[in-house]
C-alpha cells in the first residue's frame, strides 16, 4: 500500500510540472506580446522602452529560463504580479477562490443527492416508466450546454418568477446559498445525468450476481438486498465517477461564473485572457490543474477501498 501511495504522489508531482511547462508556454505563445501590454500600449512605444519593459520583466531571457525562474517562485508561493490590477497574484486568487469553492461545493452536493438518488430509483425500477423517464431526463441534461441551461434558468427562476437571484454571489451562508442556486444548478446539470447513468449501470451490475439473487431466494427483504448487497457493491464506480467529475468542475466554472457575473477564478481567468494578464491566467490554470490532478489522485487511492476486486488486482 505503501508504496503504490508513493507511486501515486510521484506520477501527481511529474504531472505537475509537465502540466505546468505547457501552460507556461501556451500562455506565452497566445497571440499579443505582454511588453507592449505592460508599456501601455503602441501610442508612443517606441523600440528602446519596448526593450527596456522587456528586460525589468525577464521577458527577454530565453522560454526555458523565464519557466524556471518562474517556476521557483512559485514554489515560494510567489505568482507575481496583476499586470491589470497591479496587485499581487496570489492575494487576487485568496479573494476569489472562496467563491468558486464554494460554487463547486455546492454543484458536487446537487449532482451527487440527485444523480445518485435518480440512479437508484430507475436501477429499482428497472424496465418501468419511472426507469424511461429518469434515463430520458438526464439524456437532455447532458445534450444542453452549461451556457444555455445557464440562460434557461435566468429567465425563468430570475426574470419570470423573480426566486432567485440572476447575479453576485451574496453574503453570509444562507445569502451565499440563495445566490448560488442557479448556477449551481447550471454547472450540476450534466454531471447530474453523468452521475444517474453510472449509478444505474453499476447497480444493474451488481444486482446480477450470484449472491443476490440467493439472498433473494432465502427471503431477505427487497430494501436490505438493494441497501446492503446491490448499493454497496456499486460504490466503486459511483464514488470514482464522482470524484473525477467534481475534480473537472473548476474549468466549468469559466463559464458558469461569466455568465452569472459571480467574481470567482473562473471570471477571472476569463478577464485576465481579454486582457494578457498572463500571470493571472498562469496561476488560475495551475490552479485548476493542481485541483484535478489532487482530487483524481485521491479518488484513485480511494477506490480499492471500496472496491474488493480492485484492491486484489492492485495487490
Not at 23 to 52: C, M, N, Q, S, W
Not at 281 to 291: C, D, N, R
Amino acid at each position: 500500500m505503501l508504496a503504490r501511495i508513493s507511486r501515486r504522489l510521484a506520477g501527481l508531482l511529474a504531472t505537475l510540472v509537465a502540466a505546468s511547462f505547457v501552460i507556461f508556454a501556451a500562455v506565452y505563445a497566445a497571440p499579443g506580446d505582454p511588453a507592449v501590454f505592460l508599456a501601455g500600449g503602441r501610442d508612443k512605444l517606441t523600440p528602446e522602452k519596448l526593450e527596456l519593459v522587456r528586460a525589468q520583466y525577464h521577458l527577454d531571457e530565453p522560454l526555458v529560463v523565464q519557466y524556471g525562474r518562474w517556476l521557483g517562485d512559485c514554489l515560494h508561493f510567489d505568482l507575481g504580479r496583476s499586470f491589470k490590477y497591479s496587485d499581487q497574484v496570489a492575494d487576487l486568487l485568496v479573494a476569489r477562490f472562496p467563491t468558486t469553492l464554494a460554487l463547486v461545493a455546492y454543484a458536487t452536493v446537487l449532482f451527487v443527492v440527485l444523480g445518485v438518488g435518480a440512479g437508484v430509483l430507475a436501477a429499482v425500477r428497472r424496465g418501468t416508466w419511472i426507469d424511461s423517464t429518469v434515463v430520458g431526463g438526464t439524456t437532455l441534461a447532458a445534450s444542453v450546454p452549461s451556457f444555455v441551461s445557464a440562460i434557461a434558468l435566468v429567465a425563468l427562476f430570475g426574470v419570470q418568477l423573480g426566486w432567485f437571484p440572476v447575479t453576485g454571489s451574496g453574503e453570509g451562508f444562507a445569502g451565499t446559498l440563495h445566490h448560488l442556486t442557479l448556477p449551481a444548478l447550471s454547472l450540476a446539470l450534466g454531471a447530474l445525468a453523468l452521475i444517474s447513468r453510472v449509478t444505474r449501470q453499476s447497480m444493474a451490475d451488481a444486482g446480477a450476481a450470484d449472491h443476490v439473487e440467493v439472498a433473494r431466494a432465502s427471503g431477505v427483504p427487497e430494501r436490505e438486498i438493494v441497501l446492503r448487497h446491490i448499493l454497496r457493491n456499486a460504490l466503486g464506480p459511483i464514488v470514482t465517477m464522482c470524484g473525477l467529475v467534481m475534480a473537472g468542475m473548476l474549468a466549468g466554472t469559466v463559464v458558469v461564473e461569466t455568465a452569472f457575473g459571480i467574481s470567482g477564478i473562473g471570471s477571472l481567468l476569463v478577464g485576465a485572457i481579454n486582457t494578457h494578464d498572463f500571470p493571472v491566467a498562469q496561476a488560475v490554470l495551475l490552479l485548476m490543474v493542481t485541483g484535478y490532478v489532487v482530487v483524481t489522485t485521491l479518488v484513485d487511492l480511494v477506490h480499492p477501498l471500496l472496491d474488493p476486486r480492485v484492491k486484489e488486482a492492485a495487490a
